[in-house]
């Protein structure tokens, strides 16, 4: 079993690939945040001829094409809250170094450790809920925006208003 670690940043993804003792498989690979950069690390994984677990931090919008991607080349895909990466991050070192391939090997290195890494199995219909919850709560602050305008523009318009409705309600 090998294990994949990706760094998900707007325009590039570091990735490093570990095997089951922490030993990098290859030497990392940057890859672009387009198709071709996802075919040229599905191509890679292919070379390998292992079954591959993939880990990444929740960073929202950037991973979601490569999540998408994954999912329809059958990886199994793996998401850490960036808090947890962090914490993990200072527990391996003391030293402060950060960068994006070292952030890369520490994921993969979180995903081969974590006895608890079901918890975090990727699911895009989680995926799906968590977009559409976040747009119906927009819609709902929309709406009551709307309210206040509203209410605001009948305050001007027609001050009495409010006293005609509340007597005869």
Known sequence: MLYVGIDVAKNKHDVTVIDDTGKMVLKPITITNRKQGFELLHNTLKQLRQDCLIAM??????????????????????????????EFTKSLSLRKTKTDKKDARTIALKLLS????????????????????????????????????????????????????TKHS
């Open 57 to 86: 931090e929740d960073t929202g919008h950037y991973a979601l094409n490569l999540l998408t991607f994954l999912h329809q080349k059958n990886y199994t895909i793996y998401t850490y809250n960036p808090l947890l990466i962090k």
């Open 114 to 165: 974590d006895p608890s890494r079901d918890l975090f199995k990727h699911d895009n219909k989680q995926e799906e809920l968590k977009i559409m919850t976040r747009h119906m709560n927009r819609l709902k602050k929309h709406q009551s925006d709307w309210k206040v305008q509203y209410t605001k523009c009948l305050d001007i318009i027609f001050p009495e208003l409010h006293q005609v409705v």
